[in-house]
C-alpha cells in the first residue's frame, strides 16, 4: 500500500517539471530567460481555478472526457516503475495493460472532443487517433524487443534489472530502441517536430485543436495529463538508459533525476532546432521509429536473441 | 403375382383406349395405379428372387426399381386428377392408355431376365412414350420427340447389337443369354466379345439413362412433355434403364470386368454431372433446369455403381431419392406451369409469396435436387462421395464437390429468384387455388424423401444390401 | 453355297454405298427395301445345310416387314412432301461415300481382331453388318431430310440384323421376334412422326428442327 | 444432456406450435417468446453446469438408422463454452427480436420468421453437440440453410436476395470443404463418430489435407480474409436481431468447427499453425481497415467481425504452433485466448449490433453520415454502445481487453519459448495486433463519434422515445452487464475457457498454467479499481473547484468561423480518411470528386470508398470465370440432331480405340 502511494505521489507531482525543464531550455536556445521552472504548475492551478465554458452541444463525454483520460494515463503509470521504484503492480503482461490504458485515455480524448460537434475538433481527433495507430505498433515492437532480451514479461522485471546485461552484449540495438521510443514519445506527446503545443493553428495541429473547447478545470486536468504522459514515456527511456542495478536509493534517484533533465533539456534542444513538419511528413517520423526498431529487432535475431 | 403385375396395366390401357368417358378412365388410371402398387408392395415380405419362368423374376435390383416406378406412378395418377381440364376427348383417351401402357412395359423392364427381353421391353417403353411426350403437339414438342426417338433408337440399335455381341461371347458354354445364367457361369466367356458387348451395351443403355454424350435428347423430351410425363420420364424411365446397366455390371462383375466396366462408367459419370452445370448455370426454362439436373444423377448414380463395393448401396440409394426428387420437382414445375402459364423461369416470381404451398414445394424441390441434408439425396450424395474416398479417388471426389457446388450456384441462383423476387406487376395475373389433387401428391413425395433423409427402414435397408451383395465379391 | 452368301453380302454393301450417293428420297426408300429383302435371304444361304422352320419364318417375316411393309409405309409419310431430294446435306455425297470405303475398311480390320467363337458360314458377314452399321451412322449424321435420317437408322438396323442372322440358333424365337416386332414398330413411329412434322412444319428438313437448344 | 434435449424439443415443439396459431399474431409472439426463454434458461442451466464441474454428461445416442450417420450428441466442456455463448446471445438477440418484429407491417408471415429462428437455434445446438460427423454436417448445412431465409427477409429488394445469394453460395461451396473432409477422416478412422475419429492416428499428411479443407470449409463461414465475401454484404441486410445471431454465433460456429478439428486431429505440421497465425493478422488488419472505410453501419460492424475471427485466429494459431513444438504454455493460452475472445466478441458484437438496430429503427437509415447527436435522443441504447465500443476496441474495464490481453500474453510467450521461426511470426503477430487495437479504437471514435456526439446532420427530425420500451433495451443491457463483468472479474470466464481447452487437448490443464493467468488478471482488476478510483478522486476534484464557479453553456466555438449548418460537422469519412490514405493501397481507397469550378459554381460532390481486395480481384472473377466456361460450352446442345449422333458414335469409336486397342 505504501509503495501505491508514494509510486502515485511521484506521478502526480513531478510530470509539471519535466515542462518546465523543456520551456527554460526552448528558452535558452532562444536567448531568452523564460519562464520559471515551475510554469507548468502555475498554470494548471490557473485553469483550476477558472470559470468553465460548456458547449450546449455537448454531453457528459464532454465533461467526463479529460478526467478518464487522465485517470487512465495514471492507472497506466501504477504499472511503470519510476527508476528504482518498483511498479506497486507488476505481473506478466502489465506492459499490454499500460499501453492499452494509454488507448483508453486517448479514445476519450478523441469522444470528448467529438462531442462538441466542432470540425476543427473532429480534425485533431481524427489526425491524433491515426498517428496513435503507428505509434502504437512500435511501442509494442519495441516492448516485444525489451521482453525478448530482458526474458521478462513485466515492465518492471524488463527495466528493474532484466536488461542489464543487453546493454554490453547488444548496445547498439538498445540505442536504436531508444532512438525509437524518443521519436514515439515526440509523437505521442505532441512536440515539435511533430505537432506544436504553443500554437493553436488549427491547420496544422493535431492534439491542440482536440482539447481546443475545453476549458477551466477540464483544460488544467488535460494538461496535467498531458505532462504525466510525457514522464511516463520518460521514465522509459531513462530507465532503458539506466537498467543497470544500483543498491542505493539516494543514488538512484540522483541517476534518474539526472537522467530526467537529460531527456528534457533533448526535447528541448530538438524543439529548438527543428521546425514543425508538414502534416504529411509526420508520418516520416512514425516511420522511421518503426524501422528503427524492426532493425533492432532483426539484429537481435541474427544475434541469437543474446 | 408377377404376370398380373404384367397383365394389370396392358388391359387397364386398353380399357382406357375404349371407354368412352373420361370419368371412367380417370377411375380406371387410379384403380390400377393403387392395384399395380398394392401387388408390388406384396413382394416386399416374400424371399427374393421370384421367378416366373426362365424369361420372367423379380431381384431385389428389380424389385427396387419396380416400387420405385410403381409407387412414382400412382402419384402421377392421382396428380393427374386435376391437372387435365379440358382437352379434346380423343387426346385424353390416348393419353390415359399410353400411359398405363408404359407402365407395363417398365414392369417388363424390371421382371425380365433375360436380356433380350429387357431390351424389348426398353424400346417398348420408348415406343410407348412418344405420344406421351408429344401430348400437346406444338412445333417444340414434336421436335422434342423427334430427337428422343431419333437418339434413343439409335442407343438402342447398338444395345441390340451389344446383346449380339454377349451372344457371341457365350457361344460354345451359355445355352442363351438369361441373366441368372450368365451369372452363374463366370469364367466361361469370350473376353473380346464380351468387352465388345460392355461397350455396346453401355452406350445403348447409357442413352437411355441420359449419361453424356448422349443425354441430348433428354431435356428437350423432359421440357416439352407434360409435367407429369416428365416426372415419370425422368423418375421411371431413368431408372429402368440404370437397371439395365446394373444388369450390365452384373454380368461385367461376374466375368471379372468390373474393373473395366468403371473405368468407363466413372468418366461418364463425371462427364454428366459437369455438363450439368454448364447447362444449368443461366438456364432459362426451368424445366430443362430440372431435367439436366437429372442428368446429373444419373452421373452421380453411375459413379457410385462404378465405384462399387458402399458406392453401390449409395447408388441405389441415389437412385431412388432422385426418382421421388424428380418427381417432386417436375409435379412442382407442373403447378408452376398452371400458375403462370410459361417455362420461362424469368416470367415466374414472386412464387412463395402468390403461392405459398408450391413456392414451398418449390423451394424443398430445390434443397432436396442440390442434395441438402434432412433430404435423402444428401445422404446417398454422402456415400457415394464416402466410396470414392475409400477407393482413393480424389480427383475424382474433387471434381464431384466442384460440380455439385458448381450446380448448387446455378439451381440457387434460378430457384431463389422465381421464390423469393417480387413480381414486376403484382396485381395483373389473377391467383388460380391451389387444389388439393396436385397438392397433396407433391406432399406425399417431398414426404417420402425427408423420410429417407433421416430414417432407413430396415426392410429397404435389407433390400440394397441384396442388391449391392449382388456385385460384391 | 459360300458364294451365294457372299455375293449377297457385296451386293448388300454395294447398296448401302448407293443409298449414302442417291440425293433422291424415293430412291433411297426403293434401295433400303431391295436391301432389306436381299438381307432377308441371307439367312437361307448361312443355315443352308440345317435349315429349320422356324429360321425361315424369321427370314420370312424380316422380308415381309422389312423388305415391303416398311418402304412402303415410308412412301406413306412422305406422301405430301414437296421437295423429295436432299439438296444440301451436312455430308456431302462425296465425303459419305469415301467415308464409307474408309468404315469398309475399318470394318474389315476390327472383324480381323475379333475372332469368332466358332466357325461360321463367311468370315465377311461380321465386317459387313459392321460396315453397315457405320454407313448407317454415316446417314443420319450426314443427311438433312428427316427421311433420309429414318432410312439411315434402317440401314444401320440392316447391320444389326445381318449380325443377329449368324446367332439365330442362339436367340429363342420369342425374343427374336420381339426384336423384329419392336423394330418394325419403331420405324412405325418414326413414320408418324414424320408425317406430324410435315404437317406442322410443311416441309422434313432437320436443319429446321433446331429450335430446342441451350 | 437432457436438459439440452429438453431445450430441443421445447424449441422443435414450438415451430409447429407457432406456425398454427400463425393467424392469431400475438399469441404466437408470445409463443416465441415464452419458449425462447424457457429454452435458453435450460441450455444456460446445462452449459454452465458442464463449465463449472467439469465433467461431461453421458452421451446420448440413438441407434443408426441412416448408413454412416446416426443421431449421437454429447456435450463436453468445449461444446459447454460454445453453448453457453450462444444462449446468452441468442437469448438477448431473441428478445430483442420480439421487440424489433413487433410494429413490423410488411405482410410477412412472422411466426415463419420466428420458427426459422428457432430452427436456427436447433441447429445450431445440434452442430455444436454433434459427436457424428454425418449429424454434424446436417445440422450445419441447415444452420447455412436457415440463415439464409433469415437473411432474405426483406427479399422484395434486389440487394438482399443477393447478399442472400452469396451468403448461400459460399458457404455451401465450404460445406462441400467440410463434407470431403470428413469423410476423408471417416474413410481413415473406419468411423464417422468423432470419438472414434479422435483415437485414429493421423500421418502428418492427411493432417495437412484435413487442415486445408478445414481451413476452407469453416473459414468461408467464419469469414477469413480472403474467403469473407458473404459477411459484409450479409450482415447489413438482415433483420438486426439476426445480424447479431449471425456475427455473434454464426461466424463462431466456423471457429467451433476448426477448434473441433484440432481436437480430434492432434499433430499438424507447422506451416498449418503459420497459416493461421498469418490468416489471424490479414482478417485482423484488413477487416479493420475495411471497416473504417465504411460509411454504413451495419456494414463497419460486419468488418469488424472479420477483424474479431481474426484476433481468434491469432490465438488458434499460435496454438497450434505452440503445440507443434510441444510448448503448452504457449497453446493453451493461445486457445484460452482464442475461446475467450470468441464469447467475447459474440458479447460485445450481440450488443453493437441490438443498439445499432434500434438507431436504424429510429433514424430509418444506416448511413452515418446522416446521423449525429443521438446520445441525447437514444439515451440508453448510445450509452450501451459506448460500452460495446470500448469492450471492441479491446479498452481496459471491459471483457475485449481481457481476451486481447490472453492473446498477447501467448503471443509474447510464443517469443520466449519457439525458435527462429516461431519468435518472428510471434512478432509479427504483437506488432499486428498493436496495429488492429489502434485502428479499431479509431473506427469506433468515428463510429460512436459520428453517430451520437455533435449534432444531427440529416433534416431528419429523430423523435422521442423512439428507442423502444423494456424488451428492446433491456436485452442489449443484459449483454452490457456481461461486457462489464467479464472486464472486471474475469476469472470465472477464464476457467471457463481453460475448461475449454482442457477438453480440447484431451488433458486437464496444469495448474500452473491457471494460475499463470489468473494472477494477472486479478493485479490487472487491482489496476483498473486503482483507475477507477483516480477517475472518482478527479471528480470530486472538479466537483470542488467548480462548485463556486458559475458555469457557462454557449454554442461551441467555430474558431471565429459561425456555423452555418450541422453538416460542416466532421463526418465519419473524412475522420477516416487519413488514416485510409495511409494504407490506400492495401484497402483500395479511392476518392472521386467533381469540384465546382467557376466563378459561380454548380453543385459538386464527393465520393470516397473503399473496394474490398478480395472480392474483386479473387471472387468476381472466378465468378465470371465460372460462368463463362458455361456460355462458352453451350453449343454442345446446339440442337442438330445429327451432331447428337455424331456425339454417340465418337463416344463409340473411343471407347472402342482405347478398350481394345
Known amino acids: 500500500m505504501n509503495s501505491f502511494i508514494y509510486h502515485l505521489g511521484i506521478l502526480l507531482v513531478f510530470p509539471p517539471l519535466l515542462l518546465g525543464v523543456i520551456g527554460k531550455t526552448k528558452a535558452f536556445f532562444a536567448g531568452r530567460w523564460g519562464p520559471p521552472l515551475l510554469q507548468g504548475y502555475y498554470d494548471i492551478f490557473k485553469l483550476g481555478r477558472k470559470q468553465p465554458v460548456y458547449s450546449v452541444t455537448t454531453n457528459w463525454i464532454f465533461r467526463m472526457g479529460p478526467m478518464i483520460s487522465t485517470a487512465a494515463i495514471l492507472a497506466a503509470g501504477i504499472v511503470l516503475p519510476i527508476s528504482g521504484l518498483k511498479a506497486p503492480v507488476q505481473f506478466g503482461g502489465d506492459m499490454i495493460l499500460f499501453v492499452y490504458l494509454l488507448a483508453l485515455s486517448r479514445f476519450f480524448m478523441v469522444l470528448a472532443a467529438l462531442d462538441t460537434g466542432s470540425s476543427f475538433e473532429g480534425m485533431g481527433a481524427s489526425r491524433e487517433a491515426t498517428f496513435a495507430c503507428l505509434s502504437e505498433i512500435t511501442i509494442f515492437l519495441n516492448l516485444a524487443i525489451l521482453a525478448l532480451l530482458s526474458k521478462s514479461l513485466s515492465l518492471s522485471g524488463i527495466f528493474l534489472g532484466g536488461l542489464s546485461s543487453s546493454w554490453g552484449q547488444v548496445g547498439p540495438v538498445l540505442i536504436l530502441v531508444v532512438v525509437s521510443f524518443f521519436l514515439v514519445l515526440l509523437c505521442e506527446n505532441s512536440r515539435i517536430p511533430v505537432d506544436d503545443p504553443e500554437t493553436h493553428l488549427e491547420l496544422t495541429m493535431i492534439h491542440e485543436v482536440m482539447v481546443l473547447d475545453h476549458s477551466a478545470a477540464e483544460l488544467a486536468l488535460i494538461v496535467y495529463g498531458q505532462a504525466l504522459k510525457l514522464f511516463l514515456f520518460g521514465c522509459l527511456i531513462v530507465s532503458m538508459i539506466f537498467s543497470f542495478k544500483i543498491r542505493n536509493i539516494a543514488a538512484e534517484a540522483a541517476f534518474f533525476t539526472s537522467g530526467f533533465f537529460g531527456l528534457g533539456i533533448a526535447i528541448g534542444i530538438v524543439e529548438s532546432a527543428m521546425a514543425r513538419l508538414r502534416l504529411n511528413r509526420v508520418l516520416y517520423v512514425l516511420y522511421a521509429a518503426f524501422i528503427f526498431s524492426i532493425f533492432a529487432f532483426i539484429v537481435i535475431l541474427v544475434r541469437g536473441h543474446a | 403375382m408377377l404376370l398380373f403385375l404384367l397383365l394389370l396395366p396392358l388391359i387397364a390401357g386398353g380399357a382406357a383406349f375404349v371407354l368412352p368417358q373420361r370419368g371412367w378412365r380417370n377411375k380406371v388410371l387410379i384403380s390400377a395405379a393403387l392395384a399395380h402398387c398394392a401387388g408390388v408392395f406384396s413382394f416386399w415380405r416374400s424371399p427374393l428372387p421370384v421367378s416366373l419362368n426362365e424369361f420372367l423374376g423379380l431381384d431385389a435390383p428389380g424389385l427396387l426399381v419396380l416400387s420405385v416406378v410403381s409407387l412414382l406412378f400412382l402419384m402421377v395418377a392421382f396428380y393427374l386428377l386435376g391437372y387435365f381440364k379440358d382437352e379434346p376427348d380423343i387426346s385424353h383417351r390416348i393419353f390415359i392408355g399410353f400411359l398405363l401402357l408404359f407402365l407395363a412395359f417398365m414392369t417388363l423392364v424390371s421382371a425380365s431376365r433375360h436380356f433380350g427381353l429387357l431390351l424389348i421391353a426398353i424400346e417398348a417403353t420408348t415406343l410407348s412414350s412418344v405420344p406421351l411426350i408429344n401430348f400437346v403437339k406444338t412445333k417444340q414438342s414434336i421436335e422434342a420427340t423427334w430427337k428422343f426417338l431419333v437418339i434413343c433408337l439409335v442407343g438402342i440399335a447398338l444395345a441390340l447389337l451389344g446383346i449380339y455381341f454377349l451372344a457371341v461371347a457365350t457361344i460354345g458354354n451359355v445355352e442363351s443369354i438369361f441373366i441368372d445364367k450368365l451369372i452363374s457361369h463366370p469364367g466361361q466367356l469370350s473376353l473380346p466379345w464380351l468387352k465388345m458387348s460392355v461397350i455396346f451395351l453401355l452406350i445403348g443403355c447409357g442413352t437411355k439413362m441420359g449419361l453424356v454424350p448422349m443425354h441430348t435428347w433428354l431435356p428437350d423430351a423432359h421440357s416439352q412433355a407434360p409435367s407429369p410425363v416428365s416426372a415419370l420420364l425422368s423418375g421411371c424411365l431413368l431408372n429402368c434403364a440404370f437397371l439395365s446397366v446394373f444388369r450390365i455390371a452384373q454380368v461385367a462383375h461376374a466375368a471379372g470386368l468390373m474393373p473395366f466396366f468403371s473405368s468407363m462408367l466413372i468418366p461418364l459419370g463425371i462427364m454428366s454431372m459437369g455438363l450439368a452445370y454448364v447447362f444449368i448455370l443461366g438456364q432459362e426454362d426451368y424445366k430443362r433446369m430440372f431435367a439436366y439436373s437429372s442428368v446429373e444423377h444419373m452421373g ?164 440394397l444390401q441384396q442388391c449391392s451383395g449382388l456385385l460384391a465379391g | 453355297m459360300n458364294v451365294w452368301l457372299d455375293a449377297a453380302l457385296v451386293l448388300i454393301i454395294l447398296l448401302a454405298l448407293f443409298i449414302t450417293v442417291s440425293n433422291r428420297l424415293g430412291t433411297m426408300i426403293h434401295l433400303f427395301g431391295l436391301q432389306s429383302c436381299l438381307l432377308g435371304c441371307v439367312p437361307f444361304f448361312i443355315y443352308f445345310k440345317q435349315m429349320e422352320f422356324y429360321i425361315a419364318f424369321v427370314a420370312g417375316a424380316a422380308i415381309v416387314l422389312r423388305g415391303l411393309a416398311m418402304p412402303s409405309f415410308l412412301y406413306w409419310a412422305i406422301r405430301h412432301v414437296s421437295s423429295r431430294s436432299e439438296s444440301n446435306p451436312t455430308i456431302g455425297f462425296g465425303t459419305t461415300l469415301l467415308l464409307s470405303g474408309a468404315a469398309i475398311v475399318g470394318s474389315f480390320l476390327l472383324a480381323t481382331r475379333l475372332v469368332f467363337p466358332v466357325r461360321i458360314a463367311s468370315d465377311m458377314v461380321v465386317p459387313c453388318s459392321f460396315s453397315l452399321i457405320i454407313i448407317g451412322f454415316l446417314l443420319l449424321t450426314g443427311r438433312v431430310k428427316a427421311i433420309a435420317q429414318v432410312v439411315g437408322y434402317l440401314v444401320l438396323e440392316n447391320g444389326v440384323f445381318l449380325f443377329a442372322m449368324l446367332l439365330l440358333k442362339k436367340m429363342p424365337l420369342l425374343v427374336e421376334m420381339g426384336i423384329l416386332l419392336d423394330l418394325f414398330i419403331a420405324a412405325l413411329v418414326l413414320g408418324i412422326v414424320v408425317n406430324n412434322i410435315n404437317d406442322e412444319f410443311d416441309h422434313t428438313d432437320t436443319l429446321e428442327l433446331t429450335t430446342l437448344k441451350d | 444432456m437432457t436438459l439440452i434435449l429438453y431445450c430441443l424439443l421445447i424449441l422443435a415443439v414450438s415451430i409447429p406450435l407457432m406456425l398454427a396459431l400463425a393467424r392469431f399474431k400475438k399469441i404466437s409472439a408470445h409463443v416465441y417468446l415464452g419458449s425462447l426463454v424457457v429454452a435458453c434458461a435450460l441450455g444456460l442451466f446445462s452449459a454452465s453446469g458442464v463449465l463449472s464441474r467439469g465433467i461431461a454428461p453421458v452421451d446420448f445416442r440413438l441407434a443408426g438408422t441412416i448408413p454412416l450417420g446416426e ?578 458414335l465418337f463416344l463409340l469409336v473411343v471407347l472402342l480405340i482405347w478398350k481394345l486397342r
Not at chain 2, 362 to 372: E, N, Q, T
Not at chain 4, 110 to 139: E, G, R
Not at chain 4, 180 to 191: D, N, P, R
Not at chain 4, 323 to 352: C, E, M, P, W
Open chain 2, 300 to 463: 452421380i448414380v453411375a459413379i457410385g455403381l462404378g465405384l462399387g463395393g458402399i458406392g453401390i448401396y449409395g447408388s441405389l440409394l441415389h437412385m431412388i431419392n432422385n426418382a421421388f426428387t424428380k418427381g417432386l420437382a417436375f409435379l412442382v414445375t407442373g403447378n408452376l406451369y398452371q400458375q403462370y402459364h410459361s417455362k420461362r423461369a424469368g416470367d415466374v416470381r414472386g412464387v412463395l409469396r402468390r403461392h405459398p404451398l408450391t413456392g414451398i414445394f418449390l423451394l424443398a424441390a430445390f434443397l432436396a435436387v442440390s442434395g441438402l441434408p434432412l433430404f435423402g439425396t444428401f445422404i446417398s450424395e454422402l456415400i457415394i462421395l464416402y466410396a470414392a474416398l475409400l477407393g482413393h479417388h480424389y480427383i475424382l471426389a474433387f471434381f464431384y464437390l466442384l460440380f455439385l457446388a458448381l450446380i448448387f450456384m446455378g439451381l440457387a441462383g434460378i430457384v431463389l429468384k422465381m421464390a423469393q423476387a417480387p413480381a414486376e406487376d403484382q396485381e395483373a395475373m389473377e391467383t388460380s387455388g391451389e387444389s388439393p389433387s396436385m397438392i397433396l401428391p407433391v406432399l406425399f413425395l417431398t414426404l417420402i424423401v425427408v423420410v429417407l433423409g433421416i430414417y432407413i427402414p430396415p426392410i429397404l435397408n435389407g433390400l
Open chain 4, 71 to 648: 443421431f449421437y450428441i454429447g456435450m463436453d466442456a468445449l461444446s459447454a463454452f460454445f453453448l453457453l455463448l450462444f444462449f446468452i446471445l441468442s437469448l438477448a438477440a431473441g428478445i430483442y427480436g420480439y421487440g424489433y418484429m413487433r410494429d413490423y407491417k410488411g405482410g410477412r408471415n412472422l411466426p415463419a420468421h420466428f420458427s426459422l429462428c428457432h430452427l436456427l437455434m436447433i441447429v445450431i445446438i445440434l452442430v455444436v453437440v454433434a459427436k457424428n460427423a454425418v449429424l454434424f454436417l446436417a445440422a450445419w448445412e441447415l444452420m447455412t440453410l436457415a440463415s439464409y431465409f433469415l437473411i432474405t427477409f426483406y427479399n422484395e429488394h434486389e440487394r438482399v436476395r443477393k447478399a442472400g445469394y452469396v451468403f448461400l453460395i459460399a458457404t455451401h461451396t465450404g460445406t462441400f470443404c467440410l463434407l470431403g473432409m470428413f469423410l476423408l477422416m471417416g474413410v481413415h478412422a473406419g468411423s464417422m463418430d468423432f470419438d472414434r475419429m479422435a483415437m485414429a492416428p493421423f500421418p502428418l499428411g492427411m493432417a495437412a489435407g484435413i487442415f486445408v479443407l478445414a481451413f476452407l470449409g469453416f473459414g468461408v463461414k467464419a469469414g477469413f480474409i480472403p474467403l469473407h465475401v458473404w459477411l459484409p454484404h450479409a450482415h447489413p441486410e438482415a433483420p438486426t436481431h439476426v445480424s447479431a445471431l449471425l456475427s455473434g454465433v454464426v461466424i463462431k460456429i466456423g471457429i467451433y468447427g476448426l477448434i473441433r478439428i484440432m481436437s480430434i486431429v492432434k499433430d499438424f505440421p507447422l506451416w498449418c499453425g503459420i497459416v493461421l497465425l498469418a490468416t489471424g493478422i490479414v482478417s485482423g488488419v484488413a477487416g479493420v481497415l475495411y471497416a473504417l472505410g465504411q460509411h454504413e453501419i451495419k456494414k463497419l460492424l460486419a468488418y469488424h467481425s472479420i477483424e474479431n475471427i481474426g484476433i481468434i485466429t491469432l490465438g488458434l494459431g499460435i496454438g497450434m504452433i505452440g503445440r507443434y513444438y510441444h510448448q503448452d504454455t504457449v497453446s493453451y493460452i493461445g486457445y484460452a485466448a482464442a475461446l475467450l475472445h470468441t464469447f467475447n466478441h459474440a458479447v460485445f458484437k450481440g450488443l453493437l449490433f441490438l443498439s445499432a438496430g434500434t438507431v436504424i429503427r429510429s433514424t430509418h437509415t444506416g448511413e452515418m453520415d446522416h446521423m449525429g447527436g443521438l446520445l441525447k435522443w437514444l439515451p440508453w441504447t448510445g450509452h450501451l454502445f459506448l460500452i460495446g465500443s470500448l469492450s471492441i476496441c479491446g479498452l481496459p474495464l471491459f471483457n475485449g481487453f481481457i481476451s486481447e490481453w490472453l492473446v498477447f500474453r501467448s503471443l509474447l510467450e510464443g517469443v520466449f519459448h519457439l525458435d527462429m521461426c516461431g519468435i518472428i511470426f510471434s512478432t509479427a503477430a504483437i506488432v499486428a495486433l498493436g496495429l488492429i487495437g489502434g485502428l479499431a479504437a479509431l473506427c469506433f471514435a468515428k463510429a460512436f463519434g459520428t453517430v451520437f456526439l455533435g449534432h444531427n446532420r440529416s433534416e431528419h427530425e429523430h423523435h422521442h422515445n423512439m428507442e423502444g420500451d423494456f424488451v428492446l433495451v433491456a436485452p442489449v443491457a443484459m449483454l452490457a452487464a456481461l461486457c462489464l463483468w467479464v472486464g472486471l472479474f474475469p476469472q470465472e470466464m477464464v476457467s471457463y475457457a481453460f475448461q475449454g481447452v482442457k477438453s480440447m487437448e484431451g488433458a486437464a490443464v496444469p495448474v500452473v498454467f491457471r494460475q499463470a493467468i489468473l494472477g494477472p488478471l486479478l493485479s490487472v482488476t487491482k489496476v483498473l479499481f486503482a483507475g477507477i478510483a483516480i477517475f472518482l478522486f478527479f471528480a470530486l476534484l472538479r466537483r470542488i473547484f467548480l462548485g463556486a464557479c458559475r458555469v457557462t453553456w454557449t454554442e461551441t466555438w467555430g474558431c471565429g468561423h459561425a456555423y452555418t449548418s450541422s453538416k460542416m460537422q466532421y463526418t465519419a469519412s473524412s475522420f477516416a480518411r487519413p488514416v485510409l490514405k495511409i494504407f490506400r493501397s492495401v484497402v483500395l481507397f479511392r476518392i472521386k470528386s467533381e469540384i465546382p469550378k467557376r466563378y459561380f459554381p454548380a453543385a459538386g460532390q464527393l465520393n470516397s470508398g473503399v473496394k474490398d481486395i478480395s472480392e474483386y480481384f479473387v471472387f468476381r472473377p472466378v465468378f465470371y470465370a465460372v460462368k463463362k466456361v458455361s456460355r462458352g460450352l453451350k453449343w454442345i446442345q446446339g440442337g442438330r440432331t445429327q451432331s447428337y449422333i455424331l456425339y454417340i
